[in-house]
C-alpha cells in the first residue's frame, strides 16, 4: 500500500489545516436535518477535501456512498445508486448514509449526459447528507450551486506539511533531517498527497534522507501551453522556446490552434502576415504527418510553427488574456445542442412510444405546435429543462420563465409536504407519549358502557340467526371472497 493511502487520516482531529472548513462541516454533520444544504468542497487537490467526508462520516458513524470521475455518471447511474441512497436508510447499522460526490466540476462528454440535472433531483429529494467535491466552484452548473453551501480548502502551508512528514518518517523508521521535510514540503506546493508521494519516493532503498537526495522526489513541474504561448510573444530564446514545447503534452495541430487564437496580440499588419505564413507552413507538415503516418515530420511542425511566430512577433509580449482557440468554443457548443437535441427526444419518444427517428421526421412540427401552446404542460409531463423546451418552442425567455415557475411551484409542493410529514410526526409522538390513567379511564362517557354488540340481546345473551338466514349469509361471503380473488 502507497504512503498516502497507508497514513490518511481515519478521523477529523488527525486531518491538517483548514481548520475553519472543518468547524464547519462538523457543525453540519452534528446538526445535519432534512431541511439542512448539502455542501460544496472546493480547492486545489490535496488539501483533504475527500479525507475530510471520510473522516466525519467515522466520527458520525455514517456510511459513505460515492460516485467519482472514474465512474459513468449518467442521468440513470447517478439516480440509481446516489438518488436510492439518498432516500433510504443504512442497512450496516451506520447512523446515516452520506452521499459523496467527487470531481462534481467535472461532469462532461456523453458518459456524463444528463448527469447534471440527476443530481439536482438528487439534491431536491434527498433525505440523507449530500457532499459534493470540486477543484474549481465555477465549474459546477450555477443551478448545483445555488441549493449548496460551499466549504473552500486553502493550500496547506509548508510548515503544517512538515510535522506529517516527520510523523510518517517515525513510523516507518526513518532517519530524515529537517532540511529534507522543509524542501518536500515547499515543492509539494500545498498539496500534502504529492509531499507524502514525493517523501516516499526519495526513500526507496534508503534508512536516511538528507537534503541531496531529493532529486528524484521533485513534483512535475511540466511547462503548460499557458506558458509556451507566453513564451512565443515574448523574448524568450530559441533553444528555451524548443525546450518548454517538449514539454507541452499537446500535439503539434492542437499548439497551432492555440497560436493562431492569440496571433491577435501581434500589432504590425506586416508581422501578422509574416505569423500566418509560418502556420500555414507548419499546417502543411502536420497534413503530411497525417496523411502518411510519419510522425517524425511533427518536429518540422512545431519547429516552424515556434520559431517562425516568435521571430514573427519580434518580442511583442503579451498585452491581453491568452485566448482559447475559436473552433473548440464553436465545437463545444454544437456538442451542447446536440446532447440537448438528443435528451428532448429521448424524453419525448419514449413518453408517446415511438422512435426518436419517426419523432424527429413526421410529428416534430406538430409537437412543437403544441409545445408553443401548452409549455407548462410539456415541460412537466416530459420533465423538460429550459433548454430543450427552448428547441420546441423557440423562445428561451419564455422557456426560463416556464420552467423557473415549475421550480418554484415543486419548491413549495415539497415545503407544504415536509410540513404536513412533520406534523403528522408530531401528532405521532404525543399520541405515543400519552400513557392511559385510571383518570382518562374515568372520564370515558357512561353512554359509551351501554353500547350492545350488534347480535346482543338486551339480557345479555345473544339471537340466534335462523338457519335459512344463516346459509343465505355464508353464501353471500363465499362469493363476495370468490370475486374478491378475481
Known amino acids: 500500500m502507497d504512503w498516502a493511502s497507508k497514513y490518511r487520516p481515519k478521523h477529523v482531529n488527525e486531518l491538517v489545516g483548514n481548520s475553519t472548513a472543518l468547524r464547519q462541516m462538523v457543525d453540519w454533520g452534528r446538526n445535519w436535518t432534512r431541511g439542512s444544504r448539502p455542501l460544496i468542497l472546493h480547492g486545489k487537490p490535496g488539501t483533504g477535501k475527500t479525507s475530510s467526508v471520510y473522516a466525519l462520516a467515522a466520527d458520525l458513524n455514517w456510511e459513505v456512498i460515492e460516485l467519482n470521475a472514474s465512474d459513468q455518471r449518467t442521468r440513470d447511474i447517478i439516480l440509481r445508486i446516489a438518488g436510492t441512497g439518498s432516500q433510504t436508510g443504512s442497512l450496516s447499522g451506520a447512523g446515516r448514509k452520506v452521499i459523496l460526490l467527487d470531481e462534481a466540476d467535472n461532469l462532461h462528454g456523453t458518459a456524463d449526459r444528463g448527469g447534471a440535472r440527476a443530481i439536482l433531483e438528487v439534491l431536491r429529494t434527498a433525505r440523507q447528507p449530500v457532499i459534493l467535491i470540486a477543484n474549481d466552484l465555477y465549474q459546477i452548473p450555477a443551478e448545483i450551486r445555488s441549493r449548496c453551501d460551499p466549504v473552500q480548502f486553502r493550500a496547506l502551508p509548508a510548515r503544517s506539511i512538515v510535522p506529517r512528514l516527520r510523523f510518517i518518517c517515525s513510523s516507518e523508521h526513518l532517519s530524515c533531517d529537517d532540511a529534507a521535510l522543509e524542501a518536500i514540503a515547499l515543492a509539494a506546493e500545498g498539496d500534502m498527497r504529492s509531499a507524502v508521494t514525493m517523501l516516499e519516493a526519495a526513500a526507496i532503498g534508503r534508512q536516511a534522507l538528507v537534503w541531496t537526495d531529493l532529486s528524484s522526489s521533485k513534483k512535475d513541474k511540466r511547462s503548460t501551453v499557458f506558458d509556451l504561448v507566453a513564451a512565443i510573444f515574448g523574448k524568450t530564446g530559441g533553444e528555451d522556446l524548443m525546450k518548454i514545447s517538449y514539454e507541452v503534452d499537446e500535439t503539434p495541430d492542437t499548439l497551432a490552434q492555440w497560436i493562431e487564437a492569440n496571433i491577435g496580440q501581434i500589432s504590425e499588419g506586416d508581422r501578422v502576415s509574416r505569423a500566418y505564413q509560418y502556420l500555414a507552413r507548419s499546417d502543411e507538415y502536420i497534413g503530411l504527418t497525417y496523411r502518411h503516418q510519419y510522425y517524425t515530420l511533427w518536429r518540422y511542425a512545431t519547429l516552424l510553427m515556434v520559431l517562425g511566430v516568435s521571430e514573427a512577433a519580434g518580442g511583442s509580449g503579451i498585452r491581453a488574456r491568452i485566448k482559447a482557440p475559436e473552433r473548440w468554443k464553436k465545437m463545444g457548443s454544437y456538442r451542447k445542442q446536440k446532447a440537448i437535441r438528443t435528451g428532448m427526444l429521448e424524453k419525448v419518444s419514449s413518453s408517446l412510444h415511438m422512435s426518436q427517428h419517426s419523432l424527429?421526421?413526421?410529428?416534430?412540427?406538430?409537437?412543437?405546435?403544441?409545445?408553443?401552446?401548452?409549455?407548462?404542460?410539456?415541460?412537466?409531463?416530459?420533465?423538460?429543462?429550459?433548454?430543450?423546451?427552448?428547441?420546441?418552442?423557440?423562445?428561451?425567455?419564455?422557456?426560463?420563465?416556464?420552467?423557473?415557475?415549475?421550480?418554484?411551484?415543486?419548491?413549495?409542493?415539497?415545503k407544504e409536504r415536509e410540513a404536513a410529514e412533520r406534523t403528522e410526526h408530531k401528532k405521532t409522538s404525543v399520541i405515543r407519549k400519552r400513557p392511559a390513567t385510571p383518570d382518562s379511564i374515568a372520564h370515558i362517557p357512561d353512554s359509551i358502557a351501554h353500547i350492545k354488540e350488534p347480535d346482543e340481546k338486551p339480557g345479555g345473551g345473544h339471537e340466534q340467526t335462523p338457519p335459512d338466514q344463516a346459509a343465505e349469509a355464508k353464501e353471500k361471503k363465499s362469493q363476495k371472497t370468490l370475486f374478491d380473488g378475481f
Open 360 to 414: 424527429r421526421d413526421r410529428y416534430l412540427p406538430a409537437i412543437s405546435a403544441l409545445a408553443d401552446r401548452y409549455p407548462a404542460e410539456f415541460a412537466r409531463e416530459f420533465s423538460l429543462d429550459a433548454d430543450e423546451l427552448n428547441l420546441l418552442i423557440h423562445d428561451k425567455t419564455r422557456s426560463e420563465k416556464v420552467v423557473k415557475a415549475l421550480s418554484e411551484e415543486e419548491k413549495r409542493k415539497e
